[in-house]
């Protein structure tokens, strides 16, 4: 048990999944206008990563990484086999949600089709696969690592929100001032560090 | 001929896709700790881009215009796993640095985005320019924003040491934070040129990039972002 809070706090504060492993920048920059929004494409993340971890765990235990099948040597199909999973589960999901939670799709149904491209689905799956997780420990990291994303996407649409209308030098308006905020706000997450 | 030379033109200064397209963001900021590792990352990037772009436009009457997502992806992936067996095999050492970063070479929206936006629709030898151009474009982006943070943060440059014995390195120019400063530097800068070419009454093209909205976006019918857009817009104009 402490041992998956350990990793949770790791991959959600310590390991920042956008601040200091640069995954899932795109919709970091692009998605950070307001609040709402971003608070949405941070939910829509927090669903698809935690459901991709339990499912690519569950694909990776069974049929790539099992010794009985070739002799556990399907792991060079990974990459090719966990990004036709996600993006098959993300169009699955959004089915699923317009036809049995109509409220939920109307939260989050737009952001769903920007997640297959977000790099840190698949990361969080390749990460999980490196570092030997069970499937149980690959579901916490996963929802853990989405969680530090919401956390940091709300921050910087907040952040964006105050800054919009700041007297920002020329040549620093639009993307070079929403990556020096991005940058203190990689510095403060350096406060984390000394956690675990 | 003059097409190919024109691709390659393209993708290295026209739209070039660090500074212009800003496509690529994560291994841009992830691998460019210091140039050799910039440099690996743009060629390994190249070489998947070229191949995909090639069997890309070789199939494109082949692949069936509603199914041709999942297909690109298909292609890509196999690339990107030739080449990671290929960086363990014969580079181990720049295979541990970059790590994690080849695999999610598949993600990389300026791969996908070429494929929809130029392979998918142009002949094979200008499709196999326009990879070549685009891969040589995120090579030199990357490679200089390497140096750069390999110069403050370790005064080094591909591991030689340059800067005097007396220079204390910046080494926060190494880590995280350091890598949003120096590309944030190298866009305003970029902005700046733009700006002062435009006042000089040159045609320039707009510089694009997610944090500047979808509108002007090459990889937008990858991306889907605009989708968002569209739909706060809606709500906006409802209430």
Known sequence: MQELLLIAVGSAFVNNVVLSQFLGICPFLGVSKNVKTAAGMGGAVVFVITIASFVTGLIYRFILGNPNIMGGELEYLNTIVFILVIAALVQFVEMFLKKVMPPLYQALGVYLPLITTNCAVLGVALTNVQ???????????????????????????????????????????GTPIVLVTAGLMAIAFFGFSGLI | MNKCIERIYNGLVKENPTFV????????????????????????????????????SMLRKIIPDSVRMPAFIVVVASFVTVVDFLLEGFVPSLYDSLGLYIPLIVVNCIILGRAESYASKNPVLP??????GMGLGFTVGLTSIGIVRELIGAGQIFGMQVMPDSYEPLTIFILAPGAFFVLACLVALQNKVRNNLAKKGKQVSAASGCADGCASCASKGVCGGHLIQEESKKKEEGA
């Open chain 2, 21 to 56: 397209l800003m496509l690529g963001m994560c291994p841009t900021l992830a691998v460019t700790t210091s140039a050799i590792n910039g440099i690996g990352m743009g060629l390994s990037t190249t070489a998947v881009l070229v191949m995909s772009n090639m069997l890309i």
């Open chain 2, 127 to 132: 499709s196999i320019f326009d990879g070549i």
């Open chain 1, 131 to 173: 570092d030997g997780y069970d499937i149980l420990t690959g579901v916490v990291n996963g929802f853990a690592t989405a969680v530090g994303f919401l956390v940091a996407i709300v921050l910087m649409a907040g952040i964006r929100e105050k800054t919009e209308h700041n007297d920002v030098p020329e040549s620093f308006k």
